[in-house]
């Protein structure tokens, strides 16, 4: 009895995760400058000007692109569009932030409430607002043999990133377990690639996640909310989490009588979290409104104009594959790969078969011919995949015939019937034609005919193996087991 106790006062807790995903949108001009707001392979600090370097006397123009991306990512999500929106400045002192502040939203963001479902279950959103990305600082150390008597570590600013577009999308704390919020996270990246709001690719930066962990006990204890900062990845997300679940869980003991905040950051090397500074309150980054950028107002008719150019979800399209006849597995390989969905939708109706050869043979060939895939597009137009499978609906070509067909169609560019009839892959369906072939096997094979007239079937396999092999595999198996069948049962007829 005392076991079972103790394993369930184990088990008494509750994990609330709730994140906050900061998303650099892909506009064409930063946030409130017209600089360049792609820094992919840029030289450090080539992509700035006045404002964004933070200069007195230098006015912020808002990107109107960000913002409509940043609303339309919300009806996307289900949020409310408040009618009049405001940006803040959000004031704190780091060294890739030459303003001195960052301009964000506090009380008045673009988009309210949300909801995005994962697995089933709903995770509701706090909010959807916009602000500004700082610049990117890289920590490095001179090492031993520096000689100078300056600080031996130093660190660089490049200012390209800074003022680049960033959406932040807050959770409640809903999400109860790390798994999930992986999934999550997962989830939303992929409807963000949909949206074409941002490449959302972590490895870049492009998407970075601060994740929100506090446990409570069933007695009602609550535990210090932790925040982790800068997860750069879906497996940190989980591990990270995991970590620091059980962590507070086996701090049980020392849970503060008032719930505090505390910052903690994430060690990927050692899979463990740190502590850090502790977390600001609101009040510690002074916010008040940007006095250079008038509140913004939208209407309703903006709004409803908006909501026609959504385009479909990634749960929503997998849905629509599933009532077509797609299978489950096939609807969630595609859909997780937009460039097979545009592939597909490209073609005129969606068909089952399509789809399922389609998720099993495109990556392949992209990888085996090393193409892209839009090398590989207009070497196969959809229409010319089609065309295929419906040959083997027809019964012109074997389901094995039509691989090698596939695999010459990606090679050459050239259609299924010009390689078809170039290598004389049609399979042989007619019934004069394949009779003689049935005749000369049998003839051949007097024993086996004699088992099978004395009821051992199975030897009708090695017979169409043996006829197979002389038509070169192009024999249409239906039609050749019907005239094998009925010639054995022809020879039994004759010699009873
Ligand atoms: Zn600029
Ligand atoms: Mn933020």
Redesign the pocket.
């Known amino acids: 009895m005392e076991d079972i106790k103790t394993t369930m006062d184990l088990t008494g807790f509750i994990a609330k995760i709730g994140l906050e995903i900061h998303v650099q949108l892909k506009t064409k001009s930063?946030m409130f400058?017209?600089?360049d707001n792609n820094a992919e392979n840029t030289a450090p600090n080539t992509?700035?000007?006045?404002?964004?370097?933070g200069m007195p006397g230098t006015l912020p123009v808002t990107n109107k692109q960000a913002v409509e991306m940043t609303i339309k990512t919300g009806l996307a999500f289900g949020c409310q569009i408040p009618l009049e929106s405001k940006f803040d400045r959000k004031h704190y002192f780091y060294p890739d932030l030459p303003k001195g502040f960052q301009i964000s939203q506090y009380d008045k963001p673009f988009c309210l409430g949300g909801e995005i479902e994962v697995g089933g279950r709903k995770i509701r959103l706090n909010r959807i607002h916009l602000e500004e990305d700082a610049g990117k600082l890289t920590h490095l150390s001179r090492g031993r043999t520096e000689t100078s008597l300056a600080d031996k570590n130093y660190s660089l600013v490049d200012l390209n990133r800074a003022?680049t577009p960033l959406m932040e999308i807050v959770t409640e704390p809903d999400i109860s377990t790390p798994a999930e919020a992986r999934k999550f996270l997962e989830e939303s990246q992929l409807s963000l690639r949909y949206l074409n709001v941002s490449d959302a690719d972590m490895e870049k930066g492009h998407l970075r996640c601060d994740a929100n962990i506090s446990v409570e006990s069933k007695v009602e204890q609550m535990s210090p909310i932790v925040e982790i900062k800068n997860l750069n990845s879906h497996k940190f997300v989980e591990q990270a989490l995991s970590f620091e679940e059980k962590r507070l869980i086996d701090d049980f003991k020392n849970w503060p009588e008032k719930r505090t905040k505390i910052t903690r950051g994430f060690d990927a090397k050692k899979g463990v979290t740190f502590e850090q500074r502790h977390k600001e309150e609101a009040s510690d980054y002074r916010y008040f409104p940007e006095p250079d950028i008038p509140p913004i107002t939208i209407s309703e008719g903006q709004i409803s104009e908006f909501k026609k150019e959504i385009v479909e979800l990634p749960k929503e399209k997998k849905a629509r594959y599933i009532m077509a006849g797609v299978s489950d597995d096939v609807a969630e390989k595609i859909v997780k790969s937009p460039y097979l969905v545009e592939y597909l939708e490209s073609g005129e109706n969606l068909q089952k078969e399509l789809a399922v050869f389609i998720s099993e043979e495109v990556n392949r060939a992209i990888s085996d011919h090393e193409i892209s895939f839009k090398e590989y597009k207009n070497r196969v137009p959809i229409a010319r995949v089609s065309e295929l499978l419906n040959f083997v609906k027809d019964g012109i070509v074997s389901k094995t015939a039509a691989r090698k067909v596939f695999v010459e169609m990606v090679r050459t560019g050239l259609s299924a019937t010009a390689i078809i009839k170039g290598k004389g892959l049609e399979q042989i369906s007619d019934t004069a034609e394949l009779l003689s072939t049935v005749n000369e096997v049998v003839k051949e094979n007097p024993d086996l005919v004699e088992k099978f007239k004395n009821g051992k079937t199975q030897v009708v396999g090695f017979l169409v193996g043996q006829i197979m092999r002389k038509t070169s595999g192009k024999a249409n198996p239906q039609v050749l087991n019907k005239l094998l069948i009925e010639k054995l049962n022809g020879n039994n007829y004759q010699n009873n």
């Open positions: 930063k400058c017209s600089c992509l700035v000007c006045p404002v964004c370097l003022g």
